[in-house]
Structure formats: structure tokens, C-alpha cells
């Protein structure tokens, strides 16, 4: 995903405390005295955050986007009632809740790579083609125990226990919501009844639902205003369903400079994305022969291939619904972010200038 320099801004503002946050829950794990036979299995999983190699050394580390704890972190700041802004450590009582969010996003990332077979990630081998399919398998689990270890360090943090209940209950229910979208994902493959509104439920649940709890665990650790923690869930969800439209398109129709990837990539990859359903949805008889006879064969496609289905996208309005849907979930976005009761305090208002160049950023493809 290419950022723009004021996104990147937006995402690089927490990064740091994120990090620590990160660190601090494997560091926990350094004052057990039992687990001096167990440093490959963590090292592993360190692995996948990218903080050391596969020997184990430490490494510059490639943190990601760090999407969905930024967004805790942004909601957490949108909400609260922030007298001394000058205090650096306002941020510690969410931290630990934007951590759990993040190792559960990538708990979810090692199992996927196993179900869909890649092979790579940030340009290195996935866990599982380092150490095997059951350490792969295993680590993922470990990770999603970590990360609901993490959690409970907001108690430490003076969170109320009602409230570290109801994050719990959150993120429970996300993981949940998460793995039904991974099953609805993995039973769509090879289907050609797939409707667009199927594919559309599909991505709710296993993209954009890890988003909006993420938001609404922030607003929930710094306001009780049920209004404000709604409508900023809200946000987090039509940004998650935003983002992955947003991929879909750019997955087909952008440039290799845009990209970074082989340009109509997801049609070579035959990935059945929003375009493809759609234009299945919209074709001619002949024509949904064609996108089925090129979706089933055995063999890679060749260009000529790639083209008729780039002609039967042309025919059947795809990029411009899609561009319309992607512009839909941005509009959704700003009116669930304009909702929310506003707070005079700094911190508030750079929160919101952040949230919406979020909304630039994807809504910008549907250009």
C-alpha cells in the first residue's frame, strides 16, 4: 500500500508507543523462570513481527502499518476530556489495548498465510515455510493467548474492571466475528455463485470487524458516552470495509508504479474480489462463460486472458460501481466521524484531522 506523506505522518505519530507497548508484552514473559527452553518457540513469533531474523538476531524492525492500534489510540483521543495535554504519559492507559489488537491482528496473519499457502511476507518467508506447518500452526495460538495477556495490563493502568471487562468482551467477540469471515472466505474458493452482497458480508467479518473494535475499545477507555463509543465503532467499520474496497480496486486496475505488484494482479491470481462478482453479476451469459471457463482452468493465465476479462469489466460498469461503492463507505466514515460529540481539547481535534485523512486516503481511489 503506497502512503501519502500525510498518512504516513498520521501513522508514524504513535508508532514508537505502540512498539514499546509490543516489546513490553514479551518482556513480561522474560520474568517467568520457565521458559528458558522455550525461547525459539517466542522467537518465532518475534519472527513475524519482524524483529529478528531467522536465527534469531535482532534486526531493524519492519512494524507494519500499525493500522488498527493507531485507530485505538486516535478513538482513545477523539473522546477524552484532555486537561493537560503536555502529558506524555496519557497514552499509557490505552496502550495495552492497543498492543492486544495488534498481536491479534497478526495472530490471525500467521494462521491465514498457512490456509492460503503463501509463502511470503514483507519480502521474507512466512513463519510456517521457516519452522513447519505445526509450529506455524502453534505460534498463531500462542499469539492470540498473548495478546489477550496484553489486554489485562490496562487493570495495571487503573482501567476500571467493568470496563477491562467490556474490552474483553470486545475483542472476544472481534476474534469470533473474524474467524466466521475466514470460514466465509475459504467456502467461497472455487464457488461461482458468490453475489457481491455474500462477498461484501464476507469482508465485514474478517477485515472490517478487527477495525471497528479496535475503535470502539479506544473511545470505550476514555469515555462512558454509549452515543460517542457507537458512532466511532461505526467509523471503524465503514474505514475496514473502505480499505479492503479500496485494495480490490487498486488489485486491478493500478499501475506497477502505484502498486509495487504485477499490474491486474488479482485477476492473474484469480482472486475473487468485488470487481470479479460484480462483473459476474452484471455479464452476459457468454461473457460469465468466459470469467468462469478463465477462473476454473488449471493452467497460469496468459495476458490475452487477462485481457478479456479486463474487456468484460470494461462492458459490465465494474470500476465505476466500485468506485461509487468505495465512495459509499468514505461518506459512511465522515457522517459516523461528524456524529461524534465534539471535544475542545488538542488532542481531540488532532485525533479528528487524523481520522479524516484516513478517509482522504481511501476515498482518493474512488477518484
Known amino acids: 500500500m503506497t502512503l501519502t506523506s500525510t498518512l504516513q505522518a498520521t501513522l508514524l505519530r504513535h508508532q514508537q508507543a505502540i512498539d514499546s507497548a509490543l516489546h513490553s508484552a514479551f518482556e513480561r514473559l522474560a520474568e517467568r523462570d520457565d521458559t528458558h527452553n522455550l525461547q525459539e518457540y517466542y522467537g518465532q513469533m518475534r519472527y513475524h513481527l519482524g524483529w529478528v531474523d531467522r536465527h534469531f538476531q535482532a534486526m531493524r524492525s519492519n512494524a507494519g502499518k500499525l493500522m488498527r492500534p493507531t485507530l485505538l489510540l486516535l478513538a482513545?483521543?477523539?473522546?477524552?476530556?484532555?486537561?493537560?495535554?503536555?502529558?506524555?504519559?496519557?497514552?499509557?492507559?490505552?496502550?495495552?489495548?492497543?498492543?492486544?489488537?495488534?498481536?491479534?491482528?497478526n495472530?490471525?496473519?500467521i494462521h491465514d498465510d498457512i490456509v492460503d499457502g503463501d509463502t511470503e511476507r514483507h519480502h521474507r518467508p512466512t513463519l510456517w515455510t521457516v519452522w513447519g506447518m505445526p509450529n506455524g500452526i502453534n505460534s498463531g495460538d500462542g499469539m492470540f493467548a498473548l495478546s489477550r495477556l496484553a489486554l489485562w495490563g490496562v487493570l495495571d493502568e487503573g482501567v476500571e474492571g467493568d470496563i477491562a471487562a467490556r474490552l474483553g468482551a470486545c475483542l472476544d467477540k472481534a476474534c469470533l466475528v473474524v474467524a466466521e469471515g475466514q470460514y466465509l472466505d475459504v467456502s467461497f474458493e472455487g464457488r461461482q455463485d458468490i453475489s457481491v452482497s455474500m462477498y461484501i458480508d464476507m469482508i465485514r467479518r474478517k477485515t472490517a470487524e478487527l477495525m471497528a473494535c479496535s475503535a470502539e475499545m479506544g473511545a470505550r477507555l476514555s469515555t462512558r458516552n454509549?452515543?460517542?463509543?457507537?458512532r466511532l465503532r461505526s467509523f471503524g467499520e465503514a474505514i475496514g470495509i473502505a480499505f479492503q474496497v479500496r485494495d480490490d480496486l487498486l488489485g486491478v486496475w493500478a499501475s506497477r508504479e502505484e502498486l509495487g505488484k504485477t499490474e491486474a494482479g488479482d485477476i492473474y491470481r484469480r482472486k475473487q474480489s468485488l470487481p470479479i462478482l460484480h462483473a459476474r453479476e452484471q455479464a452476459t451469459p457468454e461473457e460469465q462463460a468466459a470469467l468462469t471457463r478463465i477462473y476454473q482452468q488449471a493452467e497460469p493465465l496468459e495476458k490475452e486472458q487477462v485481457d478479456e476479462v479486463l474487456a468484460i469489466l470494461e462492458r459490465t460498469g465494474t470500476r465505476d460501481y466500485c468506485r461509487?461503492?468505495?465512495?459509499?463507505?468514505?461518506?459512511?466514515?465522515?457522517e459516523a466521524l461528524a456524529s461524534v460529540p465534539a471535544q475542545q481539547a488538542e488532542v481531540s481535534t488532532r485525533a479528528m484531522e487524523d481520522m479524516r485523512v484516513l478517509i482522504d486516503f481511501v476515498a482518493a481511489a474512488a477518484q
Not at 473522546?79 to 491482528?105: F, I, K, M
Not at 454509549?226 to 457507537?230: K, R
Open 324 to 334: 461509487q461503492f468505495l465512495a459509499q463507505q468514505s461518506e459512511r466514515a465522515r
Open 226 to 230: 454509549e452515543e460517542a463509543i457507537t
Open 76 to 105: 482513545y483521543e477523539a473522546v477524552g476530556s484532555w486537561e493537560q495535554t503536555s502529558n506524555p504519559d496519557y497514552l499509557r492507559r490505552a496502550l495495552p489495548a492497543a498492543a492486544a489488537v495488534e498481536l491479534t491482528h
Open 107 to 109: 495472530f490471525t496473519l
